[in-house]
């Protein structure tokens, strides 16, 4: 069974960094592209950041968190990570931890999701 | 980026209606669409897959249609468990992007 389990979450206050981590299991990690998808309270969902399988080495980002937010993985530990900087007060979300559907690159359906983890930016 | 155009933006039906729900990609995405459920307080479950896939285990009355830029959602016959708002994603591309979300709820 794929297991997605996010962590880290909490409040900050603006200009402040967190980081994430999403523990994995149930799956070949390294196979994976992996993802990070937010939702903002009573919003839509937005896509935050992607990172290639340990193949490849690219990583992807929406242009609102560009220079500022940045997707890691270690193999080793079958672990995601999205590291926060300069948080403002609109990254306040539920951040998920996303898997898509097959390992074949550019697959961007995601059908394993974590319970999310909630970043709360204020002062 | 390719912006994404859900309508409409709530529907209530009765149990048994069909319900269509459309999204609309500024541009050209092929069949790279994907439509996910989200029911209150859960996370959301990927229903349909290439514009037209049902993902394993979703019930047969959903449904998915469309090529470029026009896609829709069915629902054939509406239950209650399908109470919940329903979104678009395009794949063909990065930025990844969604659309604003259909809530579906009984009348």
């Known amino acids: 069974e794929v297991q997605l389990l996010e962590s880290g979450g909490g409040l900050a206050q603006p200009g402040e960094s967190l980081r994430l981590s999403c523990e994995t299991s149930?799956?070949?990690?390294?196979?994976?592209?992996m993802s990070w998808v937010r939702q903002a309270p009573g919003k839509g969902l937005e896509w935050v950041s992607a990172i290639d399988n340990t193949d490849g080495h690219g990583t992807h980002y929406a242009d609102s968190v560009k220079g500022r937010f940045t997707i890691s993985r270690d193999g080793f530990r079958n672990t995601l990570y999205l590291q926060m900087d300069s948080l403002r007060v609109d990254d306040t979300a539920v951040y998920y931890c996303v898997r898509p559907r097959s390992s074949v690159p550019y697959t961007r359906y995601f059908d394993s999701w974590g319970q999310g983890t909630l970043v709360t930016v204020s002062s | 980026d390719i912006r994404m155009t859900q309508s409409p933006s709530s529907v209530s039906a009765s149990v048994g209606d069909r319900v269509r729900i459309t999204c609309r990609a500024s541009?050209?995405?092929?069949?790279?669409l994907g439509w996910y459920q989200q029911k209150a307080g859960k996370v959301p479950t990927l229903v349909i897959y290439?514009?037209?896939s049902l993902e394993s285990g979703v019930p047969s009355r959903f449904s998915g249609s469309g090529s470029g830029t026009y896609f829709t959602l069915t629902i054939s016959s509406l239950q209650a468990e399908d109470v919940a708002t329903y979104y678009c994603?395009?794949?063909?591309?990065?930025?990844?992007?969604f659309g604003g979300g259909t809530k579906v709820e009984i009348k």
């Open positions: 149930g799956f070949t990690f390294n196979t994976y592209a």
């Open positions: 290439s514009a037209s």
């Open positions: 994603q395009q794949a063909n591309s990065l930025p990844l992007t």
């Open positions: 541009q050209d995405i092929s069949s790279s």
